[in-house]
């Protein structure tokens, strides 16, 4: 079997796929496997250049994960690699820009793969602005509301902005860029945007890092814009009971209420597709500027 266009080296074999990832729902590693390899034509575009961060579960979900950033040891020589700077040193990620790398960090027990908001070679440039909405309590009307807020804030910036589930608590926003800006010119509008959801709505939003500080509130992360800061990748897999998916979704499923958190799952992906496509299939071909959106929040008159 060749890669996702149909000719390329052979796919790595998955070792051990009868083990058991997710204990609850008897999901192995053979099926994780599987749902990779299915899904790699719709993922592998949100993926390519991007440094990937591993988030590995050797013995299931049961038991305690790592995260793994640095490849530079015992890995195959064809996986593609990105070395990026870090204090005091470097760090050597994987890039998945095929199936037969996709399939490799699934045989590794990689349940989700988290992505940097920038791609090679523009490293310094980021892509994409991302939303994170992090609620403290289950309150699907208050959740609902905060993530089309983010929406509508950004259309008043005459900002496209494309959505899906996190596959946890929330709901990740996406703004597709065109690469013009930095790191840090994207991660302050991102966080003055964040500061004006919460001016507009305090009782139910907040920026406050600390848990503790947050209380009922639900949390405008918008830390995922900064450097080597990464995001579950689109169509991820997350290591929670029924293996939910980081899934795209579209804005009028929103609207309804018809998506949750973490309703998609990895055995209901298929269905799902069939059904409604793919509603990120045009994001990455979206790039907007953000120097106009930034500027205009910048006049705004703040309290």
């Avoid at 099926?31 to 990779?36: D, H, K, P, S, T």
């Avoid at 973490?262 to 992906?269: A, E, N, P, S």
Wanted: hydrophobic share 40%; charged share 25%; net charge positive.
């Amino acid at each position: 079997m060749g890669d996702e266009s149909g000719g390329g080296p052979l796919l790595p074999a998955i070792t051990h796929p009868d083990k058991v990832l997710f204990p609850a729902d008897g999901i192995t590693k053979g099926e994780l496997a599987a749902y990779y390899d299915a899904v790699a034509p719709l993922m592998l575009p949100h993926l390519r250049g991007r440094p990937v961060t591993m988030e590995r579960f050797p013995s299931g979900i049961g038991a305690k994960g790592f995260m793994q950033k640095d490849v530079s040891k015992g890995f195959p020589p064809w996986l593609e690699r990105v070395e990026v700077p870090k204090k005091g040193g470097s760090v050597r990620h994987p890039l998945v820009g095929d199936r037969r790398s996709l399939l490799w960090i699934a045989n590794q027990n990689c349940i989700t793969p988290h992505v940097w908001p920038s791609r090679v070679p523009e490293l310094f440039h980021p892509d994409v602005c991302v939303f994170d909405l992090d609620p403290a309590e289950d309150e699907p009307d208050v959740l609902r509301a905060a993530v089309l807020a983010v929406r509508d804030l950004l259309d008043e910036l005459g900002l496209r902005s494309w959505v899906k589930t996190s596959g946890s608590k929330g709901f990740h926003v996406v703004v597709p860029l065109d690469g013009a800006l930095g790191f840090d010119e994207v991660a302050a509008f991102a966080h003055l945007a964040g500061r004006t959801l919460v001016q507009r709505d305090p009782l139910h939003l907040t920026q406050e890092f600390m848990k503790a500080d947050r209380g009922r509130r639900i949390y405008v992360d918008t830390g995922r814009n900064g450097y080597s800061a990464t995001f579950a990748a689109a169509y991820a897999v997350r290591p929670k009971p029924g293996a939910p998916l980081s899934a795209p979704c579209t804005w009028e499923e929103v609207e309804r209420g018809a998506i949750g958190p973490r309703t998609i799952g990895l055995r209901t992906i298929a269905a799902r597709i069939a059904a409604v496509g793919d509603p990120w299939s045009d994001l990455p071909r979206r790039g907007q500027s953000l120097r106009r959106a930034a500027a205009r929040l910048e006049s705004r008159p703040r309290s």
